[in-house]
Nanobody, 120 residues
């Protein structure tokens, strides 16, 4: 059983910045890829950014150049630095991780989500 807890969401004005954090705890051997997803009202869930175990990253076109995903393996934590925020970034953001949680097993876990609201 793995637990992912997000933090750092809140209300920010357009052009502002936020940093989301996601800390993993529980029973696992290692963390493979990590990602952030978001879902805005009236829209489909969107993959925002991913980071591999080696640090390779990918971003959705809508956030490229503004958002940065990173990880601290010693802390079992993944981050999403969000700069130049726009109203269309308003959504619930979810942390997702692929874990090795057994000798020969891998499982995907989702966090509970954190609200990000960009408004003047």
């Amino acid at each position: 059983q793995v637990h992912l807890v997000e933090s750092g969401g809140g209300l920010v004005q357009p052009g502002g910045s936020l940093r989301l954090s996601c800390a993993a705890s529980g029973s696992f051997f290692s963390i493979n890829a990590m990602s952030w997803h978001r879902q805005a009202p009236g829209k489909q869930r969107e993959l925002v950014a991913t980071i591999s175990s080696s640090g390779s990253t990918n971003y959705a076109a809508s956030v490229k150049g503004r958002f940065t995903i990173s990880r601290d393996n010693a802390k079992d934590t993944v981050y999403l630095q969000m700069n130049s925020l726009k109203p269309e970034d308003t959504a619930v953001y979810y942390c997702v991780g692929d874990f090795r949680d057994g000798l020969r097993s891998r499982s995907t876990y989702w966090g509970q989500g954190t609200q990000v609201t960009v408004s003047s």
